[in-house]
């Protein structure tokens, strides 16, 4: 799991130079015919096995349990989160998000209860959920995201925020630390199965309007995604009129910036 990540964005890049990655009409995405195959991969898979099994998962799961899994890796994050807040030189967010990782895990029985979000609700004191990641950390920091990557079984990404995805599960995310002294088919991979099962069931009501929605699934999929990490690397603040152009174009090296 550690560098899987990894490993797959240089396949990705391999398979696009042998392929020769013809451009199409959106310069953000100039690997647009890998991204498909990719995309439609994936969606058989989720058609298959990943919806399927998080419906049985939501229909034999009690409502409370099923809170408490979803906390408990919420609560895994939030560690991430706080090293990237930190790295951002954004202490006031790392001290929220280390305090609800201290909050959860002690009186919130190692994550299984939520209880810094119900602080924040009916106090002043603001330690609610953040965002952050290194995908994010390397935006803060100039790093433009490359062209838009579409990749298996983990879906929608970018050059950039694929090295995110590396970076975070192979050096800050504490399952890391957790799983290196464990064994793998024993304890990692049924973790980060019930993980990604946990995951895709908290999406499933967003399933019926998305394909209500959208015309073309990919391009929705797509636009949607790269428009929220700009807001995320931009921390919500909107574009600036003399950045509309920069966002819209990619530079000779495909780097994207937000």
Same mark, same amino acid.
């Given at each position: !799991? $550690? ?32 991204? &498909? ?5 994936? +969606? ?7 919806? /399927? ?8 799961? /009690? ?28 202490? @006031?967010?790392?001290?929220? $998000? ?10 919130? !029985?190692? *994550? ?6 119900? %602080? $924040? ?5 603001? %330690? $609610? ?17 490359? /062209?838009?990557?579409? =990749?298996?079984? =983990?879906?929608?990404?970018?050059? &950039?925020?694929?090295? *995110? %995805? *590396? ?20 304890? &990692? ?24 929605? @959208?015309?073309?699934?990919? +391009?929705?999929?797509?636009? @949607? ?10 921390? *919500?603040? /909107? ?20």
């Amino acid at each position: !799991m $550690s560098t899987y990540p990894q490993k797959l964005v240089a396949l990705l890049l391999t398979g696009c130079a042998l392929s020769g990655c013809a451009s199409v009409n959106d310069r953000r995405d100039p690997l647009e015919s890998m991204n &498909r195959a990719i995309f439609a991969f994936n +969606e058989k898979l989720d058609e298959v096995v990943l919806e /399927p099994v998080a419906r049985g998962y939501r229909a034999v799961t /009690p409502d409370p349990i099923e809170m408490i899994v979803g906390n408990f890796f919420s609560n895994l994050d939030d560690v991430v989160i706080t090293a990237n807040s930190l790295l951002q030189l954004k202490f @006031a967010d790392a001290a929220a $998000s280390s305090t609800r990782v201290l909050i959860n895990t002690t009186f919130g !029985m190692l *994550g299984a209860v939520d209880l810094a979000s119900h %602080i $924040s609700r009916v106090s002043d004191v603001d %330690i $609610s959920k953040r965002n952050e990641d290194f995908g994010q950390t390397l935006g803060h920091y100039g790093i433009g995201s490359g /062209p838009y990557l579409v =990749l298996p079984v =983990l879906g929608p990404s970018t050059v &950039r925020d694929a090295i *995110g %995805i *590396g970076v975070d599960s192979s050096f800050i995310h504490p399952a890391r630390a957790i799983y290196t002294n464990l064994d793998l088919w024993t304890v &990692r991979a049924p973790a980060s199965t019930g993980q990604l099962i946990d995951r895709r069931a908290q999406m499933l009501d967003l399933d019926k309007t998305l394909e209500e929605a @959208a015309l073309d699934k990919y +391009e929705f999929v797509r636009d @949607a995604f790269l428009q929220r990490r700009a807001s995320l690397v931009r921390d *919500g603040r /909107p574009l600036a009129d003399e950045d509309f152009e920069e966002f819209n174009d990619l530079d000779e090296e495909f780097m994207l910036d937000d």
